[in-house]
């Protein structure tokens, strides 16, 4: 720790002293971010886990909509009396796995990313045009992790729409890899792209905004981590419902690419304009009320982990820019 200068009195020096020693630096650098990213890794793993059931049927509904036709609890009793309650989870193991990694990159990157503009800019003006700052971060960071993402994005869909396919992720991802090869995997990275870009954009910035103005009501210096807590879980929510709707359409495309492989000698681009004429806008919305549900339970149940167990870790270092 850095010395403290002398303030010219021997006793308040030995109080300041005493004071500084127990007052722990701030983080910087790698240390601070790889914090950022353990804490999304955790807070995106724990929250997509959890909602795996959901996820199962959000995806029947997006591929078989004639079928599943009943809503998310309908939808959940037709799975278990189909297959028994055990096919809620199928896919659980990619889903944690991949949100695992998506989460670190995601969180950390923004505000690795955040940081880097307000550095480029300084801190007046990327505070003054702190929405830019918002969605261009949000855009980088998202763009690294759907890369880490979409191998095991890919293999849950095909567990969740062949449940005979494979026996988990290892499983899988192995008959993935060995009958289609690596292409298979990124056959949905532009839908995936297209998915969770805008929708990460829309989830930072409603979240930055609405958390702003909650702040500009309360004194959040004097406010208690519960109602912090509670602040980061409603700011999470609304952000949550932003990004499902403006994300829905490509989530829905990226269900129907990744369900089965394509013709031969027919192209990603070519499959995806096909799919669009067959969905129309009332169909690329199929599933959109499980998929509010989802998205807003687990955005706001993300930043208040990720919220919380930035204060565990420690990694409180980042500069904020918000008035």
Same mark, same amino acid.
């Given at each position: 720790?850095?010395?403290?200068?002398?303030?010219?009195?021997?006793?308040?020096?030995?109080?300041?002293?005493?004071?500084?020693?127990?007052?722990?630096?701030?983080?910087?650098?790698?240390?601070?971010?790889?914090?950022?990213?353990?804490?999304?890794?955790?807070?995106?793993?724990?929250?997509?886990?959890?909602?795996?059931?959901?996820?199962?049927?959000?995806?029947?509904?997006?591929?078989?909509?004639?079928?599943?036709?009943?809503?998310?609890?309908?939808? =959940? *009793?037709? %799975?278990?009396?189909?297959?028994? /309650?055990?096919? &809620?989870?199928? $896919? !659980?193991?990619?889903?944690?796995?991949?949100?695992?990694?998506?989460?670190?990159?995601?969180?950390?990157?923004?505000?690795?990313?955040?940081?880097?503009?307000?550095?480029?800019?300084?801190?007046?003006?990327?505070?003054?045009?702190?929405?830019?700052?918002?969605?261009?971060?949000?855009?980088?960071?998202?763009?690294?992790?759907?890369?880490?993402?979409?191998?095991?994005?890919?293999?849950? =869909? *095909?567990? %969740?729409?062949?449940?005979?396919? /494979?026996?988990? &992720?290892?499983? $899988? !991802?192995?008959?993935?890899?060995?009958?289609?090869?690596?292409?298979?995997?990124?056959?949905?990275?532009?839908?995936?792209?297209?998915?969770?870009?805008?929708?990460?954009?829309?989830?930072?910035?409603?979240?930055?905004?609405?958390?702003?103005?909650?702040?500009?009501?309360?004194?959040?210096?004097?406010?208690?981590?519960?109602?912090?807590?509670?602040?980061?879980?409603?700011?999470?929510? =609304?952000?949550?419902?932003?990004?499902?709707?403006?994300?829905?359409?490509?989530?829905?495309?990226?269900?129907?690419?990744?369900?089965?492989?394509?013709?031969?000698?027919?192209?990603?681009?070519?499959?995806?304009?096909?799919?669009?004429?067959?969905?129309?806008?009332?169909?690329?919305?199929?599933?959109?009320?499980?998929?509010?549900?989802?998205?807003?339970?687990?955005?706001?149940?993300?930043?208040?982990?990720?919220?919380?167990?930035?204060?565990?870790?420690?990694?409180?270092?980042?500069?904020?820019?918000?008035?």
């Amino acid at each position: 720790m850095a010395s403290v200068p002398s303030t010219g009195s021997t006793k308040v020096d030995a109080v300041v002293q005493k004071v500084a020693a127990n007052t722990p630096e701030k983080l910087s650098g790698m240390a601070l971010y790889s914090r950022f990213a353990l804490a999304g890794a955790i807070c995106c793993s724990v929250t997509h886990g959890a909602l795996t059931p959901v996820d199962v049927v959000k995806t029947r509904i997006q591929l078989d909509p004639a079928t599943y036709n009943r809503g998310l609890f309908g939808g =959940i *009793r037709q %799975v278990i009396a189909k297959e028994g /309650a055990g096919a &809620l989870l199928t $896919g !659980f193991g990619p889903t944690a796995a991949g949100y695992f990694l998506q989460g670190a990159f995601k969180f950390g990157g923004y505000e690795l990313f955040k940081q880097q503009s307000i550095n480029l800019l300084g801190y007046e003006t990327a505070s003054n045009n702190r929405t830019g700052v918002y969605l261009a971060s949000a855009a980088l960071a998202e763009f690294f992790a759907d890369i880490a993402l979409c191998p095991l994005e890919a293999t849950r =869909i *095909r567990l %969740v729409s062949e449940p005979t396919y /494979a026996n988990g &992720l290892i499983g $899988g !991802f192995s008959k993935m890899l060995k009958n289609e090869g690596v292409g298979a995997f990124y056959a949905g990275f532009g839908p995936i792209l297209f998915k969770q870009v805008p929708y990460t954009m829309a989830k930072f910035v409603v979240y930055e905004k609405v958390a702003e103005f909650a702040w500009q009501q309360f004194d959040k210096s004097t406010s208690s981590d519960a109602f912090q807590t509670t602040v980061n879980l409603g700011s999470g929510l =609304i952000a949550g419902f932003a990004a499902a709707i403006v994300s829905q359409p490509a989530d829905t495309m990226l269900s129907k690419i990744n369900k089965t492989k394509g013709l031969p000698g027919e192209g990603t681009t070519s499959r995806l304009i096909k799919i669009a004429k067959e969905l129309g806008l009332k169909g690329s919305y199929a599933g959109i009320g499980a998929r509010l549900f989802m998205v807003g339970t687990l955005t706001a149940g993300q930043f208040a982990i990720y919220g919380d167990l930035k204060k565990v870790f420690g990694a409180t270092g980042g500069v904020e820019i918000s008035k």
